[in-house]
């Protein structure tokens, strides 16, 4: 699927046959670790806190449920976890001096300490096929008993990791050469493993497999169960990416080997940074790129201490501007594409094309609102884990001071989730430096948001709004007990959070209500805006050039609702009002007959048949469609 190094090294020779080069596109904040692929995610499942690579994702070992503390959530299951067990999708294998499980794709690793379960099953059985004597059978029961003696998963002190590792390999290698080495105990060991793996419709015979699942460094669940109780930090709600803290100097040297070493040899020129505000610290991170560069390439630095170009995928919100201080080229383009958009709006007529919308589909969406729900709406469906975390460590320090201990903790929660509800950005960037101020930018969009959500919900005291507010504003308690080390944690998760819910709010779900013109329903975009002025954009990029002459110029990215042409054809619309409003009528009334009942009411809707309309209008002619793309459209076009 991505070609060999071979396929790489020619097409970067090609490249540089033509004078060009190769900007590669980078993801620091996550990692896949879908169907067993991830040694390092291996590792953790295997060995928990223990493991070497416990630190490098963000995981909350300690998590408000306590049946998950010192494991890791895996919403892997497509049903019930008893459900799921008791159909034998959940199985006990043995290869080459380890056990694992199997769920379908998924390989899961053993904690060795657990072994015993496993070996120790029907032991009478073994004793009396074997002689006392048999060296294979003293060798059997001393590996019993040395892994009785190995660390558990929750060791953390060097020492002890150190020591698990290396008798955990000992007592592999141990294994694999007895049931190598004797028949009967292969034999014994694997009819344990098919009596273990139960029957189905006896649900009795899975009890000691329960127990030992139950026994790992990591809970299996139903995947729904993930948007209530995950624990470590996902790429927006997705369980198979999980966050790694690239804000840790090991973590940034170990996961980027690769892009080094095609740095160092020229093969790639820049990079393009993914997500850059699910970061911890974007502006740090920034940084530690460019002193890499200048440390080991061999190019000059810039005034600005840039010595690699870097563009990072930000989306800047109404009257947001990249910050001066990142040492980066600019943007991935977004708010370019956005604001060339806007000039083939004929913004005369967006009284008209709002009427037309409106009277169409019988409703007067307000787009604020809309972006207020639909964020609402994601904090308490997908991401409801996160915010509910959120709120207890908020409680937890609301509990230190005897000004806010009596804020309960259904009260913090509902505060928190409001101030991101009214969050007019996608993230601040207070940074965790104890003697860093925060910006006069951060510090107005937190007081806007915690004014907009106080207005929203008068029934909830002021007095929580304004604790949460001194928190991010770093505004200090009157407390001992809260100093910035204690109040940092909070303050660098609520960053990281309100990014993904913006992102899942506007971009995934009120991108797909609000169909006004969906030309204008695209990353960076701002739908509520209906055209701008010539010199708008002049002045743009005049301060563009000023500012950032290198970032990108991007009119379509894999991002990209709909490309320019599409785009393009749907623009028109809003030059011709009356057109519009003319066939919108006539093709509504022509399909009312295809419309049918679906859970009591007529689908589609009229919002999604205004869609319709503009997508078919932004795909015309059909005829630019091949034969074998043409059913694919349709079928997208039907859902």
């Known amino acids: 699927e991505i070609g060999t190094e071979a396929d790489f090294q020619a097409f970067i020779q090609a490249l540089h046959q033509h004078g060009m080069g190769q900007i590669l596109d980078v993801v620091p904040n996550h990692m896949g670790i879908a169907a067993s692929t991830n040694l390092w995610w291996q590792d953790v499942l295997e060995n928990g806190p223990s493991s070497h690579y416990a630190t490098f994702f963000d995981i909350d070992w300690t998590p408000v449920k306590p049946e998950l503390?010192?494991?890791?959530?895996?919403?892997?299951?497509?049903?019930?976890?008893?459900?799921?067990?008791?159909?034998?999708?959940?199985?006990?294998h043995y290869d080459d001096g380890q056990f694992f499980l199997t769920y379908y794709e998924n390989r899961?690793?053993?904690?060795?300490?657990?072994?015993?379960?496993?070996?120790?099953?029907?032991?009478?059985?073994?004793?009396?096929?074997?002689?006392?004597?048999?060296?294979?059978?003293?060798e059997y029961q001393s590996i019993i008993t040395a892994l009785s003696h190995l660390p558990a998963r929750t060791e953390t002190e060097a020492e002890r990791v150190a020591e698990r590792y290396r008798e955990k390999e000992v007592i592999r290698r141990r294994l694999s050469t007895v049931i190598a080495d004797n028949s009967t105990i292969r034999d014994f060991l694997l009819e344990n493993i098919r009596l273990?793996?139960?029957?189905?419709?006896?649900?009795?015979?899975?009890?000691?497999?329960?127990?030992?699942?139950?026994?790992?460094?990591?809970?299996l669940a139903y995947w729904r169960v993930a948007a209530e109780e995950i624990n470590y930090r996902r790429f927006f709600d997705i369980n198979q990416l999980a966050a790694i803290r690239m804000e840790q100097p090991e973590?940034?040297?170990?996961?980027?080997?690769?892009?080094?070493?095609?740095?160092?040899?020229?093969?790639?020129?820049?990079?393009?940074?993914?997500?850059?505000?699910?970061?911890?610290?974007?502006?740090?991170?920034?940084?530690?790129?460019?002193?890499?560069a200048a440390e080991h390439l061999e190019v000059q630095t810039d005034a600005q201490g840039r010595s690699l170009y870097l563009l990072v995928e930000k989306i800047l919100g109404t009257e947001e501007r990249l910050t001066s201080d990142w040492l980066c080229h600019g943007t991935t383009g977004y708010d370019y594409l956005a604001l060339v958009n806007q000039l083939f709006i004929q913004e005369t007529h967006q009284r008209q094309i709002e009427?037309?919308?409106?009277?169409?589909?019988?409703?007067?969406?307000?787009?604020?609102?809309?972006?207020?729900?639909c964020k609402n709406l994601i904090m308490t469906s997908s991401m409801s884990g996160e915010i509910n975390a959120l709120g207890h460590q908020l409680n937890v320090l609301s509990e230190r001071n005897r000004r806010s201990r009596d804020f309960t903790l259904n009260s913090l929660i509902h505060a928190i989730r409001e101030i991101i509800a009214c969050f007019p950005v996608y993230r601040t960037y207070i940074g965790p430096d104890p003697l860093e101020g925060v910006l006069d930018r951060d510090r107005a969009y937190i007081r806007?948001?915690?004014?907009?959500?106080?207005?929203?919900?008068?029934?909830?005291?002021?007095?929580?709004?304004?604790?949460?507010?001194?928190?991010?504003?770093?505004?200090?308690?009157?407390s001992p007990d809260l100093?910035?080390?204690?109040?940092?944690?909070?303050?660098?998760?609520?960053?990281?959070?309100?990014?993904?819910?913006?992102?899942?709010?506007?971009?995934?779900?009120?991108?797909?209500?609000?169909?006004?013109l969906t030309s204008l329903n695209e990353v960076g975009g701002e739908p509520q805006h209906f055209g701008i002025p010539l010199s708008t954009f002049h002045q743009y990029m005049q301060d563009r050039a000023t500012q950032w002459p290198a970032s990108l110029s991007s009119t379509s990215t894999h991002d990209t609702k709909r490309s320019e042409d599409v785009r393009a054809r749907i623009n028109v619309l809003s030059e011709i009002p009356k057109e519009w409003r003319q066939?919108?009528?006539?093709?509504?009334?022509?399909?009312?007959?295809a419309k049918h009942k679906l859970n009591d009411q007529l689908a589609p809707s009229l919002n999604e048949e205004y869609l319709i309309y503009q997508t078919l209008l932004g795909a015309w002619p059909s005829e630019g469609l091949s034969e074998a793309a043409q059913p694919q459209f349709l079928g997208r076009m039907q859902g």
């Open 583 to 593: 066939h919108l009528r006539t093709w509504n009334r022509l399909n009312k007959k």
């Open 355 to 373: 009427q037309i919308y409106n009277r169409f589909t019988k409703q007067s969406l307000q787009y604020d609102d809309l972006i207020y729900d």
């Open 448 to 478: 806007l948001a915690v004014a907009r959500a106080k207005r929203r919900n008068p029934a909830i005291s002021n007095l929580v709004f304004d604790f949460i507010r001194d928190l991010l504003l770093r505004i200090p308690q009157n």
């Open 108 to 138: 899961l690793p053993i904690d060795p300490c657990t072994w015993s379960t496993i070996l120790t099953f029907r032991h009478d059985t073994l004793n009396q096929i074997l002689e006392n004597s048999d060296p294979h059978l003293h």
């Open 196 to 219: 273990l793996n139960g029957m189905k419709d006896s649900p009795r015979t899975f009890d000691v497999l329960d127990r030992l699942v139950s026994h790992q460094a990591y809970r």
């Open 483 to 516: 100093d910035w080390e204690v109040i940092r944690p909070f303050v660098m998760k609520f960053q990281q959070t309100t990014s993904p819910v913006t992102a899942k709010g506007v971009e995934d779900t009120a991108f797909y209500c609000y169909n006004r």
């Open 251 to 292: 973590v940034f040297q170990a996961a980027h080997q690769k892009i080094f070493e095609l740095l160092t040899t020229g093969a790639v020129n820049g990079l393009r940074i993914d997500h850059v505000d699910g970061l911890y610290n974007p502006r740090a991170f920034l940084a530690q790129w460019q002193q890499w």
């Open 69 to 92: 503390e010192n494991k890791v959530l895996l919403p892997i299951l497509g049903d019930q976890y008893g459900i799921v067990l008791e159909n034998q999708e959940i199985t006990l």
